[in-house]
């Protein structure tokens, strides 16, 4: 059973525009949650974290939004630009142990 | 230098054929990770070892095996290459503790099993 889950395989958002991704999970035992992003012919690279004991963390044009209650993970990308299109996963541990990663969600962003 | 390598980038094998995959950190971190890549499947945990003596299953470990040869060295073996291990491989490390940044992953090696 997959424990974390991108429900859209791709999103298209108009450059300046806001691009929210979307992350659900199914063990509320998670309590550090990640966004990676990745470029073709790259690794993926860490973009933005969040622990359970807070509901929101930003970094600049980037923001993620968790929801315990819902176990929902969204990321917020304000505004969008165009090197911001990428696969982007997400991610869940439980106790600093081995992440757990979401099927990717593949972003483009158009002029 | 790159953080963590791969070798090789890329891998066209036969059926049968028992291949290594090999990564290398310059981080100095403990943890290291072995993930494979499908279209739709996202990343999927192989194996992850915590320091040189300790190895462990992840999701997916059956066809597959790992040595941890130094902290520094883990490598990723496919003891009779089957089609369906065509995948993207990656390797990542981690010194995972709640505030860090995760993994730092390598490039991939991209392996085809004809």
């Known amino acids: 059973d997959q424990q974390v889950k991108q429900n859209s395989p791709s999103l298209s958002v108009q450059e300046g525009r806001i691009s929210i991704l979307n992350c659900d999970y199914t063990n509320s035992m998670f309590d550090y949650f990640l966004w990676y992003k990745k470029y073709p012919a790259e690794g993926p690279t860490f973009l933005i974290s969040?622990?359970?004991?807070?509901d929101k963390n930003e970094d600049g044009r980037f923001t993620v939004f968790l929801n315990k209650s819902a176990k929902h993970l969204s990321l917020h990308i304000v505004p969008s630009q165009p090197g911001d299109s990428a696969v982007y996963f997400c991610?869940?541990?439980?106790?600093?142990?081995?992440?757990?990663f979401g099927t990717g969600t593949r972003l483009q962003v158009f002029p | 230098d790159a953080d963590v390598t791969q070798t090789p980038r890329n891998r066209i094998t036969k059926t049968g054929k028992r291949i290594m995959l090999e990564c290398s950190q310059t981080?100095?971190?403990?943890?290291m990770y072995w993930y494979r890549q499908d279209p739709g499947l996202g990343l999927r945990l192989i194996y992850y070892?915590?320091?040189?003596?300790?190895?462990n299953k992840g999701e997916i470990s059956d066809g597959y095996s790992v040595s941890r040869q130094a902290q520094a060295k883990f490598s990723l073996s496919l003891e009779s290459a089957i089609p369906n291990q065509t995948a993207l491989y990656f390797c990542?490390?981690?010194?995972?503790?709640?505030?860090?940044?995760?993994?730092?992953f390598g490039s991939g090696t991209r392996l085809t099993v004809v």
């Open positions: 070892s915590f320091d040189v003596k300790d190895i």
């Open positions: 981080k100095g971190h403990d943890r």
């Open positions: 990542a490390t981690s010194d995972f503790s709640e505030g860090s940044d995760g993994y730092t």
């Open positions: 991610a869940a541990s439980t106790n600093t142990d081995k992440l757990i």
């Open positions: 969040i622990s359970s004991i807070k």
